[in-house]
């Protein structure tokens, strides 16, 4: 029984050592590792925004061309007239 | 026999005396000539002097007589009108038959159809210069092209632009000609609308004239200038453009460099 307790409170030990993080890393990720992570969230999230950026623009530009196709059935403004000889005076 | 004699001399001295008595007839002075003066608006009229003996001669104006001359020649200052003039020669109470008449009474034609060049029709005027007579032509024929004053166009294709009259040295470079074309066209210019309609114009302006201008409206007149120095006048009657055509009244100055066209 004795044996067995002290087995035990080795076992136990040994486990609270075991999860213990190695020097330098907190809960099992280092911190340069979480830094970089960190860091590649930030461009993740810069790159979100610049996504809904184009995004924007591109539903802008897309009702713009729309907004031309619905007028296309209107009719075609004339093309400028050619430009007149220059009036000059004779006499 | 001596009596025979007799009445035979006294009769024919009767004879010479009565032939005697006859008027020798004044020969009418030859050659005469109306001119504009360099002011466009003086008529200077000359004649050859009578060879024979006279004391001068009379100058007439639309049959009036506005002058007696003992020297061949005279300047009609500034008339304002137009008209006929001769000239005769006198001697004492005797006065001979007249001279040519000459005329500076402006042509007029009425009633002319001018098409926009790419509409149905002749686009092209010409005054003819030996009797003033208007006549249309078409662009389309380089070889009318010494005949063609002016000429009206949109300066497009198609003729729902807006008119005007042109030059026809520019016609070469008209948008709406679209057939070969190239030949030794006249110049021309043009007043922009008279101040006065057509019937009241008496004198053309002396300046003002450019190479095409635009025809605007109805019942307006515009001042014409050729390329070799005569004047005319146009009057636009009425404009259709769904056609393409306008109808015009012309005039046209038979003495090259006058300005009066009154008529």
């Given at each position: 029984?004795?044996?067995?307790?002290?087995?035990?409170?080795?076992?136990?030990?040994?486990?609270?050592?075991?999860?213990?993080?190695?020097?330098?890393?907190?809960?099992?990720?280092?911190?340069?590792?979480?830094?970089?992570?960190?860091?590649?969230?930030?461009?993740?999230?810069?790159?979100?925004?610049?996504?809904?950026?184009?995004?924007?623009?591109?539903?802008?530009?897309?009702?713009?061309?729309?907004?031309?196709?619905?007028?296309?059935?209107?009719?075609?403004?004339?093309?400028?007239?050619?430009s007149?000889?220059?009036?000059?005076?004779?006499? | 026999?001596?009596?025979?004699?007799?009445?035979?001399?006294?009769?024919?001295?009767?004879?010479?005396?009565?032939?005697?008595?006859?008027?020798?007839?004044?020969?009418?002075?030859?050659?005469?000539?109306?001119?504009?003066?360099?002011?466009?608006?003086?008529?200077?009229?000359?004649?050859?002097?009578v060879?024979?003996?006279?004391?001068?001669?009379?100058?007439?104006?639309?049959?009036?007589?506005?002058?007696?001359?003992?020297?061949?020649?005279?300047?009609?200052?500034?008339?304002?009108?137009?008209?006929?003039?001769?000239?005769?020669?006198?001697?004492?109470?005797?006065?001979?038959?007249?001279?040519?008449?000459?005329?500076?009474?402006?042509?007029?034609?009425?009633?002319?159809?001018?098409?926009?060049?790419?509409?149905t029709?002749?686009?092209?005027?010409?005054?003819?210069?030996?009797?003033?007579?208007?006549?249309?032509?078409t662009?389309?024929?380089?070889?009318?092209?010494?005949?063609?004053?002016?000429?009206?166009?949109?300066?497009?294709?198609?003729?729902?632009?807006t008119?005007?009259?042109?030059?026809?040295?520019?016609?070469?470079?008209?948008?709406?000609?679209?057939?070969?074309?190239?030949?030794?066209?006249?110049?021309?210019?043009?007043?922009?609308?008279?101040?006065?309609?057509?019937?009241?114009?008496?004198?053309?302006p002396?300046?003002?004239?450019?190479?095409?201008?635009?025809?605007?409206?109805?019942?307006?007149?515009?001042?014409?200038?050729?390329?070799n120095?005569?004047?005319?006048?146009?009057?636009?009657?009425?404009?259709?453009?769904?056609?393409?055509?306008?109808?015009?009244?012309?005039?046209?100055?038979?003495?090259?460099?006058?300005?009066?066209?009154?008529?």
């Amino acid at each position: 029984m004795r044996k067995m307790a002290i087995l035990l409170i080795a076992v136990v030990a040994l486990m609270v050592i075991g999860c213990q993080p190695p020097e330098g890393m907190t809960g099992g990720v280092s911190q340069e590792a979480f830094d970089e992570l960190k860091t590649q969230v930030e461009t993740l999230q810069t790159d979100l925004d610049n996504v809904h950026a184009s995004l924007d623009q591109l539903i802008e530009d897309y009702n713009a061309l729309k907004a031309k196709v619905d007028k296309g059935s209107k009719p075609v403004p004339k093309p400028p007239a050619p430009s007149k000889p220059p009036k000059v005076k004779v006499k | 026999m001596k009596k025979l004699l007799g009445l035979t001399l006294a009769f024919a001295a009767l004879l010479i005396m009565v032939g005697c008595d006859g008027e020798i007839a004044l020969v009418a002075p030859a050659n005469f000539t109306i001119a504009a003066a360099t002011n466009e608006v003086d008529v200077v009229l000359d004649w050859d002097a009578v060879t024979e003996e006279v004391d001068g001669y009379y100058l007439y104006f639309n049959t009036a007589a506005i002058g007696t001359l003992t020297t061949a020649g005279y300047t009609h200052v500034d008339p304002q009108e137009t008209g006929t003039y001769y000239v005769t020669a006198y001697l004492d109470e005797d006065e001979s038959d007249p001279s040519t008449t000459e005329s500076t009474a402006p042509i007029i034609a009425d009633n002319i159809t001018l098409a926009e060049i790419n509409a149905t029709g002749n686009s092209g005027l010409g005054w003819s210069r030996t009797d003033g007579s208007a006549t249309t032509y078409t662009m389309g024929d380089a070889t009318n092209a010494a005949l063609i004053d002016f000429y009206f166009s949109d300066w497009a294709v198609g003729h729902a632009g807006t008119y005007e009259f042109y030059t026809p040295d520019l016609v070469e470079t008209d948008p709406g000609v679209t057939w070969p074309m190239s030949g030794t066209w006249n110049s021309c210019s043009f007043t922009e609308v008279l101040a006065d309609p057509f019937d009241d114009v008496t004198v053309l302006p002396a300046s003002g004239y450019y190479n095409h201008t635009e025809v605007t409206a109805t019942s307006a007149a515009y001042g014409v200038y050729t390329g070799n120095d005569y004047f005319g006048m146009v009057e636009v009657k009425s404009i259709n453009t769904t056609t393409g055509q306008i109808e015009v009244r012309v005039a046209f100055q038979p003495v090259q460099g006058l300005r009066i066209i009154e008529h």
